[in-house]
Structures are given as structure tokens and as C-alpha cells.
């Protein structure tokens, strides 16, 4: 089919167009929306019949005129164009510059909708990135190819926690850095400029392609911008072997407008007024990320998912944790006691640390390390809940031993400076520094042979 | 039919919900939608037109492409070259499509599951002659399809007659014809090494078989606390992280079935990497034989398209049926059946359909009853022996049980491992929480356990779990007025608790020695914590302070024999339990003295 434009929309809402009479238009295609005084915006056919055309229209419908209005069918899907050069760019959810320079010029396009990865061309991920943080390094460890979503709320630090991982991340033995692809949803000028300075100030601007929607930039341009960074990631990943880094801020107002034009589509709600394909639509771009056979480059994930209400089960974080590989998760409570990162490390966790760690990879005492302290801390909190209701005075020294550690296992082993990089072997030594304020019995999770080596105290 | 009516073309496209006109297609026939030959499936009829549900992208198709139908339904290959395969929802072969597509899926593949090229070693049944009558079941050879598995080539459930001709042993492709019958109306029929079955259908069997037998996982908490049986039906629900897919994966790994069929549906495609680089190397504790040779995978990860989804629980099913129609015990595994369910209402979703709850359809329910119910323990045509158990993960939003994917599947299910976000906060694996999950074969696996095992496993279960729920109790009361208001026997039964939970139900999957753990080395872990639990409390009754038996380092040791000791090294546990005994007995001797002293 050739390029057609037509004048005969019949209906606007919720940033929706329906066409009347335009047979023939192809699926999924991509659409130019003239308003009819001067000004263009995108779309992309939804729904496809001889007799009507339904179109979601990136920009918007706000202001526009039906009578005015003309649509193009372009006869191509929704691509972009990749080349090196969008390295040290700054573009939209559409791939156009948003720094005022000339557009990526390629005859390389993809369509930004990808598709699925066969699992059986997948390797396992397995390489360790140490992120220099111990709560994560050391009991939530990241590998190369890994979706590690970092679960926030408004006012704690995951932009700065973020920020750190991006200038601190490496392979263990090797100091190869990641291209950075950044994809900003929504988020408020201020966010978006932190980062831009942040890249700017670590000098590794040049090995970033950030793609921006802000707060008050159009909602539906969100829905194709996640995918926009995905496909030029796989570019950096796949055509140019570099290992890459995908931040993505914030997949709550991803989800957000998914909700506004699924209303407006008429879908059925399931939870929370999102539709019931809220799951595989966050699945589609989640696992876009991973190692593939024979593939040099990788493609590694980090997605920042506010919690609304700091709520865990809302369905955002709740989809999200059904799909990635773990979660940090950041608590309140912790950013009150001033504790940075503030990483609450019950409920986070890394499903693919467990081929990453150990005595090849990271030190042969890492995994049970890492079991013995999550049990050791889980007991210490139960413990400060009792105190905060019995006094801690009326503790059993076993369980006065429990509470100074929750309090020493908050303070430094998660607590520490935004600037500071300790090596695993550090995050490891610490650990034994404070399991040794136990007895050797105590640690059952350890072998004896582990204690034997490592343990510190002086105790039975 | 003819080739004209036969033809159609697109309407509408809706997603993965495309309309077509095409007169005398029929509800579950197949369709190739467009250019691309997407493929699909009717759901339902109206007038000429009829809605297909694609389980590929439709991205790109228009409508008036053209639309064909295929004559069948929805159907799997059944025959020799199925373990070790990874097969998409609909039995496309994925190691095969990424040698032809590259990393990605390419849509409209038309790749068979079955290798037709790969030759089988065909051994006709010595005990057939021509002129014998044939029907379902009747075994007309064998084909040794992986060192363990013995493929049992039977003529198919809708076959009955006269064998004309059988074929010689020798090599034969799957497409080559290995026996004639002529049928009741005098036609001949060729049968093959495979034949189709539509998914949808259940295969039939001869009637149901009450036999009992457990199906062991080597997993402490399900076989010694909440234990399956060979043909049951299970759910593992769970918010995400508690460790539904290791349950699963641990079940496919150790279980004593012959047949593991793996579904991973609407989950991570890094899990199913997971089984296939892994089970290759891992040994079979039964038979020694790497565990891939019993085992084959169906993916639909999450990022596949949904439709094949709802298809892909159906596929293993079929499969898991035709290897119980050779008298095998097949367990499969579905991890998630809340994503079946998910698209289940995404297609009703999408055709206007009235949803009940929470955007589920009315259906859900009996379409969720159906698909368990296609487990279970058969008598075969042959007279042999065979099961299904399946094993369903369901993810709940939020980790509510209450929601409808959960809620309707606890009423099915017999055996219901719930997992809980507290357990698996504190890292204790299997996350099985012991008060709300429960079993319905306890007593059945009882007389399995009481005659290989011990004849106590059923009193030393109650004992535990009583244990366990006075220690709820305690900790409760502890939280309202603190450690000291309890009694020294009352400050036992924590510690014995918490030697139940820690020396017998927590389990690391991780844990090379821990990872399998055979029945005897259950009991003895079990014994060995209520046994160190009876004899201090004798202790404590006559006046034993409890601090002087906390601080035992046998204690610690009986925490972690469980990881020191494997399957064949049980009577090292019960030396352990005899190490203890005489500690405490020393316990006693001085104490005694002490008393006498004074
Ligand atoms: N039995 C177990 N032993 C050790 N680790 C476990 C066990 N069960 C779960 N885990 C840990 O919990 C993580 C999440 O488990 P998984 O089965 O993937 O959860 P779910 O499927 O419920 O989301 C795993 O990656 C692993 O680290
Ligand atoms: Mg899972």
C-alpha cells in the first residue's frame, strides 16, 4: 500500500483517533497526524478494519480539531535509527534529538516494538558486577545480563543509589565500562538534569544515549519510549558488542499512562483499574534484557519502580517483581535514620546471584556468608520488635546480642558513603566482623570450615 | 470441503483477536492468518465470520490479507523424539526455529515438533502376528528413545482391527509406516511412529486406578510433612520471590517420575536456561542417567505472545497423557497458572465478554477444574499402570490468596504448598508455610512410609507440627510480655521448634549435600529433633535448668547434620542421636549428683 492521507476522523478521546473508511491500513503501523495549522504528531494503528482505524496518538489528543485534521498512513511500523552517533545524544520516545542537534541520519532502522527472544538462543547469566554497595554486592549480587529493579518511594535516594551503581559498576577483574542507556518516563526536570550532570561529571557522557520524557512532556509518548531504549540498546548490545547498562526512570509512570489509554480504549480493568495486560506488556520490555549465545554484548537492567503509598503489592512493583531477576528495595524507615543506601534487605533480592558468587566468581565463603547473615538479621529484627514492645531491658543477653547487631548490620554494613566503593572481598570481611559477635554455634548456616578460617571471635 | 471454502480474508485486527470471513470454518479449527501465515485458532462463530486468537504478533497484518483454514484443531505430535526437546506453546521446536531464525522468533514458522529426519531403531512387539486384532493401546513396538526411557509405540486411541502387517525391526523415520490394520468397514489404515492428538481433548484411558503410591521429591516439607501422590494434583501459590519456581524446579529435578514435563508459562526465560544448561549434567538419583534424557520443557515466557500461553498448559498436558498411556508416572510442572489464567482473560477481555471478578470470566472456575482434572492415576488400555501429577504454580497479586486464580484453585487441588513472604523474608527455603498449607494423601502416604520407612512417620509428623503450633503460641505470648514469663519446659518447646525448623524443614535447594534427601535420611532428621526435644524435657521435669542445655553444641549439630551427612550416610544421624542421648544422660548423672550433694 502506498502512503494515503485522509480527513475523516470521526472521533477523539483520551489520546485516540478513530478513522472512518481507510481500507487496508496495516496493524501496528506508524501514522502522522496533521492538526491543521501547522503542526505534526505521531501515532500508531491499535485496532485495523476496512471500515475503521483505531490510533494512539503519541503526542496527545489534546486541542485537536476533528475538522481540521489529517492522517497519513505512513506504511511503516514505528522504527528508529540507529547508528554509533547516538552515543553522547539526547533524544525522545520516538527517537528524535531533544538537544537541538541534527537527527540520527542512518539506513540502519528497527522497529522499536522488538521480539521475543527465543529462550533456547538465551545463556544463563553469570558474570558478577560488583557495584562497590555492600547490601547488594554482598547479599543481592547483580550479574551482566541481569533485570534488577530498584523499588522506591517518593523522597528516598534511588536516583542517587542509581547514579552510584552506573559510576561504580564493573566486572571483578576487569575494568571494561558499560555504554549507558538511559530512559526517563515522566520524571520531573530536576531528575532528569541530575543525570545529565551526574554522566557529565563522571566523564562517561560520551558513552550515553539518554531518551527523556518528562513530567510535562505528552503521557502517551511514555508507552513507546521504554521500547525506543531497548532497541537501541540491543544496537549497542548486539551490532557493537558493548556491554550495556539500561536505567530506566520511573516504570510507575510507564504504567501509569499504559492505564490512561486502556481507559480510553475501554479495556477491561483488572487490579487497580490497569488492565489485565499490564503484566505482559511490562514483560515485553523487561525481558528484552539478558545474555544470548554467542553474543558478546549484554544487556543489563536496572529499572527504578516507585511504589505508590510505599506500597509493595500495588500492582506496579507487584507486576515487576513477578517478572525480574530480584528487587532492592529502599526503605523509609532506614532514610529516617539517616542510613544511605537506605536498602532493606529483607525483602530484596537477587534470583541469579546464586550462579555469580562463590569461589570461582567472588569467594568460596560468599553464599553461605550471605544466607547466615539474612537469617542472623531476620532474627535481629524480630528481636528489636520485641524490644520496642517489652523494653530492651527485659532481653535475655542471647537477644541483647541480636539487637546491638540489627543496629551495627544498619549502620555499617548498610549504611555507607555515596562515594564509597568497597570491594567484595571488603563486604565480605565486614560481614565476618560482625557475625563474629556471635558464638560459632550460633552460625549454623556456615560450615565449620568456613568458621574455622574466618571467624573473628573470641566466643565458644 | 472444498478449496473454495476454505479461503477467506482479515476483517478486523485487534491485537492478537483477528476477525476473519471465511464461511464453514469450524469453532478450534486452525487458521493461517495473512501474508505471513500467522498462526491461530477460532474461538468463535458468527455467521460467516469467525474471531481468531493468534498466538503470534500481529504487527503489520491489514485487514482483507488472506485467511485459510487448516481442517484440524490444535494438535501435538505424539511419538519418539520428544525428551530433551524445548518446545514453544504450541510444540514449535525452539532449538530447531533458533537455528533457522537467529536469536529472535521469527512469526509464522511452520516447523513440525518432530524431527522427521532422525532415524528410531524400531523393535516390532514379538507377541503380534498379522491377523490379530488390534485396538488402542495394543503395543506394536518399541523404540529405545533416551538410555532410560523406553518409547512404547501404541496404535492410537481411535484405532481398532485387524493387523495386516507389521513392520521388521530396523530404522524408521517418524513419518515411516510401521503397521497396516483394516478397520471395521474393510479400509486399511497405516499407523506410524507418531501420531496427532488434539490438545484440548483428553486422552482416554480404561477407568481410573486407586493404587497409592508417594511421589517422593526428596524435599522434606512436602514429603514428610504435606506429601503428594503419584497422579495427584497440587498448587504452589505464592507471592513472587517465595520461591514457587524452585519448589517446581526442585520437584523436577528430584522426584522419583519417570517422565518430568516442564511448562514454563508467562514466567522468565532465564529460568528455562536455567533447566536446560543445568539438567544435561545433573544425575538422576534413580537412575543414575542425566536428568534431561526424562525430561522436556514447554516455554512461554512472559514476553511470548499471551495466546500461546493459554495454549502451552494444554500442550504438556497431552504429552504427560501419552507417556501415562505407556505406563509411565509423569509429573508436570506449570509454572504459572495464573498466567494461563491471565490469558484466559485477556481473550475474553478482548471479545467483550462479561467479567465476574476482578476481569475474570465466568469460565474460569470450570476451565481451571478441567485442566486438573486431566491428572490423575489410570488404568491404560494395555492394562498397565500409569499417572499424571501436576503441579501448578499460582502467582497471586499482592500475595493474596483470597483473589479468584487462587481461591478457585485451592478448591481443586489436594495438595497445597502455600508459601509465605515471611518465611522467605528471613530466607528460610521452602518457604512452605506449615500452618496454612495442607494434604489430602497424609494418611495414604502413611502406609507407604509406615512399611518402607518407619512405622512411626505418621505419630513423628503430628508430634512435629503439634510442636510447631505450640511454639506459634508461645511466640505470641512472648510478644506480649516478654521471654521472661515463660517456664523452663516452656522455653524447650521453642528451642525443640526451632530444631524442627531449622535441622528438618528448612532446605536449601543451593545445598549441594541438602539438595535430595531420600525418605530414610527424612525420618532420621526427624526423629533425631523430636527424639533430642523428648529426652530434655525429661530432663527439664525433674528440674534441669534449660540454659544448661541450650548452650550443646550438639544441639548446633543436630541443625547442621542435614547438610554434613547425605542419603547413604543416615546411620552417621543416628550416631549423632546416640552422641546426644549420652550428653544428656550425663546431664542427668550429674545433676543427680548434685542434688544428692546438697
Ligand atoms: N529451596 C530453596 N533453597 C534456596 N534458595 C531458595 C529456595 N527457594 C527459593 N530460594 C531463593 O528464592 C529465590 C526466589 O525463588 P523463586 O522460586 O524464583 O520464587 P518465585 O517463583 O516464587 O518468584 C530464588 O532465586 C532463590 O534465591
Ligand atoms: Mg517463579
Not at chain 1, 550479574?143 to 534488577?148: A, D, H
Request: aromatic share 8%.
Amino acid at each position: 500500500m502506498s502512503i494515503k492521507e485522509y480527513r475523516t476522523a470521526s472521533e477523539v478521546r483520551g489520546g485516540l483517533i478513530l478513522v472512518r473508511d481507510t481500507p487496508g491500513v496495516a496493524f501496528g503501523d506508524r501514522v502522522r497526524i496533521s492538526d491543521g495549522r501547522g503542526g505534526t504528531r505521531d501515532g500508531q494503528v491499535i485496532r485495523a478494519s476496512n471500515e475503521e482505524v483505531m490510533i494512539l496518538v503519541f503526542e496527545g489528543t489534546d486541542d485537536l480539531d476533528l475538522e481540521a485534521v489529517w492522517v497519513r498512513f505512513l506504511d511503516e511500523p514505528v522504527e528508529i535509527a540507529l547508528s554509533p552517533e547516538i552515543l553522547g545524544r539526547e533524544l525522545n520516545g520516538l527517537g528524535e534529538p531533544r538537544d537541538g542537534r541534527p537527527p540520527i541520519l542512518s539506513h540502519i532502522r528497527r522497529p522499536v516494538g522488538g521480539s521475543a527472544i527465543n529462550p533456547a538462543a538465551r545463556s544463563y547469566p553469570r558474570e558478577f558486577i560488583q557495584t562497590g554497595i555492600s547490601t547488594i554486592d554482598g547479599l543481592n549480587s547483580l550479574v551482566r545480563g541481569q533485570k534488577l529493579p530498584i523499588f522506591s518511594g517518593s523522597g528516598l535516594p534511588h536516583n542517587r543509589l542509581a547514579a552510584q551503581i552506573v559510576r561504580q559498576a564493573k566486572l571483578k577483574d576487569e575494568d571494561s565500562s558499560f555504554s549507558i542507556v538511559f530512559a526517563a518516563m515522566g520524571v520531573s526536570y530536576a531528575d532528569a538534569k541530575f543525570f545529565r550532570d551526574e554522566f557529565a561529571s563522571s566523564g562517561v557522557l560520551r558513552n550515553v544515549v539518554m531518551f527523556v520524557n518528562l513530567a510535562d512532556d505528552p503521557p502517551v509518548e511514555r508507552l513507546t519510549l521504554p521500547r525506543t531504549a531497548l532497541t537501541a540498546a540491543e544496537y549497542l548490545a548486539y551490532d557493537l558488542d558493548r556491554h550495556v547498562l539500561v536505567v530506566m526512570t520511573d516504570m510507575t509512570y510507564y504504567a501509569e499512562a499504559l492505564r490512561e489509554v486502556a481507559t480510553a480504549k475501554g479495556d477491561v480493568p483488572a487490579r487497580k483499574g490497569y488492565p489485565g495486560y499490564l503484566y505482559s506488556d511490562l514483560a515485553e520490555i523487561y525481558e528484552r534484557c539478558g545474555r544470548i549465545h554467542e553474543r558478546h554484548g549484554s544487556i543489563t537492567m536496572m529499572p527504578v519502580v516507585s511504589m505508590p503509598s510505599d506500597d509493595i503489592t500495588h500492582p506496579i512493583p507487584d507486576l515487576t517483581g513477578y517478572i525480574t531477576e530480584g528487587q532492592i528495595v529502599l526503605s523509609r524507615e532506614l532514610q529516617n535514620q539517616g542510613i544511605y543506601p537506605p536498602v532493606h534487605i529483607s525483602p530484596s533480592l537477587s534470583r541469579l546471584m546464586k550462579d555469580g558468587i562463590g569461589k570461582d566468581d567472588t569467594r568460596e565463603d560468599h553464599p553461605k556468608v550471605a544466607a547466615q547473615l539474612y537469617a542472623l538479621y531476620a532474627r535481629a529484627l524480630e528481636t528489636r520488635n520485641l524490644a520496642s514492645i517489652i523494653g530492651a531491658d527485659e532481653l535475655s543477653e542471647r537477644d541483647r546480642r541480636y539487637l546491638k547487631f540489627a543496629d551495627d548490620f544498619d549502620q555499617r554494613f548498610v549504611g555507607q558513603g555515596e562515594s564509597e566503593d568497597r570491594s567484595i572481598e571488603a563486604t565480605l570481611n565486614l560481614a565476618w566482623e560482625l557475625m563474629s559477635a556471635f558464638p560459632r554455634d550460633a552460625l549454623i548456616r556456615l560450615s565449620e570450615t568456613e568458621i574455622a578460617k574466618y571467624y573473628q571471635g573470641d566466643s565458644g | 470441503m472444498s478449496e473454495q471454502q476454505n479461503k477467506g480474508f482479515v476483517r478486523e485486527i485487534n491485537g492478537p483477536i483477528v476477525t476473519i470471513d471465511l464461511p464453514g470454518i469450524r469453532s478450534g479449527e486452525q487458521v493461517r492468518i495473512g501474508e505471513l501465515g500467522l498462526v491461530g485458532e477460532v474461538i468463535s462463530l458468527a455467521g460467516r465470520e469467525a474471531v481468531v486468537q493468534t498466538y503470534e504478533s500481529t504487527d503489520g497484518v491489514r485487514p482483507g490479507e488472506p485467511a485459510e483454514g487448516l481442517g484440524w484443531p490444535l494438535s501435538v505430535e505424539l511419538g519418539p523424539g520428544l525428551l530433551g526437546e524445548i518446545f514453544d506453546g504450541i510444540q514449535r521446536p525452539l532449538e530447531k526455529i533458533a537455528l533457522e531464525s537467529g536469536d529472535y522468533i521469527r512469526r509464522g514458522l511452520a516447523l513440525p515438533g518432530l524431527d522427521r529426519e532422525k532415524r528410531w531403531e524400531f523393535e516390532p512387539n514379538p507377541e503380534l502376528a498379522p491377523g490379530q486384532s488390534i485396538g488402542p493401546g495394543t503395543v506394536l513396538g518399541t523404540v529405545q528413545e533416551t538410555e532410560t526411557i523406553q518409547h512404547r509405540i501404541l496404535v492410537p486411541p481411535d484405532h481398532q482391527g485387524e493387523l495386516t502387517e507389521l513392520a521388521p525391526g530396523g530404522e524408521y523415520r517418524v513419518e515411516d509406516s510401521i503397521a497396516h490394520l483394516r478397520d471395521a468397514h474393510g479400509h486399511s489404515l497405516h499407523l506410524t511412529l507418531f501420531h496427532r492428538w488434539p490438545v484440548r481433548k483428553p486422552r482416554p484411558y480404561r477407568q481410573r486406578d486407586d493404587g497409592i503410591s508417594p511421589l517422593i521429591t526428596g524435599q522434606r516439607v512436602i514429603d514428610s510433612f504435606f506429601p503428594q501422590l503419584k497422579g495427584g494434583k497440587g498448587a504452589v501459590p505464592g507471592p513472587f520471590g517465595a520461591g514457587k519456581t524452585v519448589v517446581q524446579q526442585q520437584i523436577a529435578r528430584w522426584s522419583n517420575a519417570d517422565i518430568v514435563i516442564y511448562v514454563g508459562c508467562g514466567e522468565r526465560g532465564n529460568e528455562l536456561v536455567d533447566v536446560l544448561e543445568s539438567f544435561p549434567q545433573l544425575e538422576d538419583p534413580y537412575t543414575g542417567r542425566k536428568l534431561m534424557e526424562k525430561t522436556l520443557l514447554v516455554a512461554n515466557t512472559s514476553n511470548m505472545p499471551v495466546v500461546a500461553r493459554e495454549a502451552s498448559v494444554y500442550v504438556g498436558l497431552t504429552m504427560a497423557e501419552y507417556y501415562r498411556d505407556m505406563g509411565y508416572d509423569v509429573v508436570m510442572l506449570a509454572d504459572s497458572t495464573s498466567r494461563w489464567a491471565e490469558a484466559l482473560r485477556e481473550v475474553s477481555g478482548r471479545l467483550g465478554q462479561m467479567p465476574v471478578e476482578e476481569g475474570y470470566p465466568a469460565y474460569l472456575a470450570s476451565r481451571l477444574a478441567a485442566v486438573y482434572e486431566r491428572a490423575g492415576r489410570v488404568e491404560t488400555y494395555n492394562a498397565g499402570a500409569g499417572s499424571v501429577t501436576l503441579i501448578g504454580a499460582v502467582s497471586p497479586p499482592g500475595g493474596d490468596f483470597s483473589e479468584p486464580v487462587t481461591s478457585h484453585t485451592k478448591d481443586i487441588i489436594e495438595t497445597f504448598w502455600a508459601l509465605s513472604k515471611e518465611l522467605a523474608d528471613a530466607r528460610h527455603y521452602p518457604s512452605i508455610d506449615w500452618v496454612t498449607s495442607f494434604s489430602g494423601h497424609v494418611h495414604a502416604a502413611a502406609e507407604w512410609w509406615h512399611k518402607e520407612v518407619d512405622r512411626h512417620w505418621e505419630g513423628r509428623r503430628t508430634e512435629a507440627l503439634a510442636l510447631l503450633a505450640r511454639d506459634a503460641e508461645l511466640s505470641r505470648i512472648v510478644n506480649l510480655v516478654g521471654p521472661e514469663a515463660l517456664s523452663d519446659a516452656q522455653r524447650w518447646q521453642l528451642e525443640g521448634a526451632s530444631l524442627i525448623k531449622e535441622g528438618v524443614l528448612q532446605q536449601s535447594a543451593l545445598d549441594e549435600v541438602d539438595t535430595f534427601c531420600s525418605p530414610q535420611k527424612q525420618f532420621a532428621l526427624l526423629d533425631l529433633a523430636l527424639s533430642t526435644y523428648d529426652k530434655g524435657m525429661t530432663l527439664i521435669e525433674i528440674g534441669v535448668p534449660v540454659s544448661h542445655l541450650q548452650d550443646l553444641p550438639q544441639l548446633a549439630k543436630a541443625r547442621r547434620c542435614k547438610s554434613m551427612y547425605t542419603s547413604e550416610q543416615v546411620a552417621r544421624i543416628n550416631d549423632l542421636a546416640r552422641e546426644i542421648d549420652e550428653a544428656f544422660e550425663s546431664i542427668r548423672l550429674e545433676y543427680a549428683k548434685q542434688h544428692t550433694d546438697d
